[in-house]
T-cell receptor
């Protein structure tokens, strides 16, 4: 199993550009989540999904969209990037009690 | 609103010493996680504590959970340099699934020779 994969690993955007961060898991997990990590802080939940077709907002959802058309994939879309969205983004999947985190995407918005 | 507080936020200790990291949370939860993060890396799962009084140990690390006090501890025994990392606790938000965690700020541990 590849576990949780994320692409790209690094990305630089200009203010106002849009992009999609990709997340995939091959463990047939129902639950998937997106978190952001800013320097000196713990992870904060952006959006989450409890199954295909079902998504909901977390703590910091503004400026981000998600969809879950398949069990495997949970992309995160930045509609119009802002410097405040400079962060490291982690995708996670879980089933029952354990969470598995992807390697992260480091995003810089200029 | 669920809040999770860790202390200390920074910990510098000598090899061979013992120390405890504390994790307090503000609302009821029966599931608490401890993670380790090395610089530039993802989170590595250390422990999942599922019930009041749960205690788990792996090597020099031992974690416990007191749901009545809303407190978890991560105890380090005879620290070694390889334990240098940032440690996070995280609490599940009031449901049985693992999809919504609230994290503490993290404890940056440095173990000096």
């Amino acid at each position: 199993n590849a576990g949780v994969t994320q692409t790209p690993k690094f990305q630089v955007l200009k203010t106002g550009q849009s992009m999609t961060l990709q997340c995939a898991q091959d463990m047939n997990h129902e639950y998937m989540s997106w978190y952001r990590q800013d320097p000196g802080m713990g992870l904060r939940l952006i959006h989450y999904s409890v199954g295909a077709g079902i998504t909901d907002q977390g703590e910091v959802p503004n400026g981000y969209n998600v969809s879950r058309s398949t069990t495997e994939d949970f992309p995160l879309r930045l509609l119009s990037a802002a410097p405040s969205q400079t962060s490291v983004y982690f995708c996670a999947s879980s089933r029952f009690s354990e969470q598995f985190f992807g390697p992260g995407t480091r995003l810089t918005v200029l | 609103e669920l809040k999770v507080e860790q202390n200390p936020l920074f910990l510098s200790m000598q090899e061979g010493k013992n120390y405890t990291i504390y994790c307090n949370y503000s609302t009821t939860s029966d599931r608490l996680y401890w993670y380790r993060q090395d610089p530039g890396k993802s989170l590595e799962s250390l422990f999942v504590l599922l019930s009041n009084g749960a205690v788990k140990q792996e090597g020099r690390l031992m974690a416990s959970l007191d749901t009545k006090a809303r407190l978890s501890t991560l105890h380090i025994t005879a620290a070694v340099h390889d334990l240098s990392a940032t440690y996070f606790c995280a609490v599940l938000r009031g449901e049985t699934s693992g999809s919504r965690l609230t994290f503490g700020e993290g404890t940056q541990l440095t173990v000096n020779p």
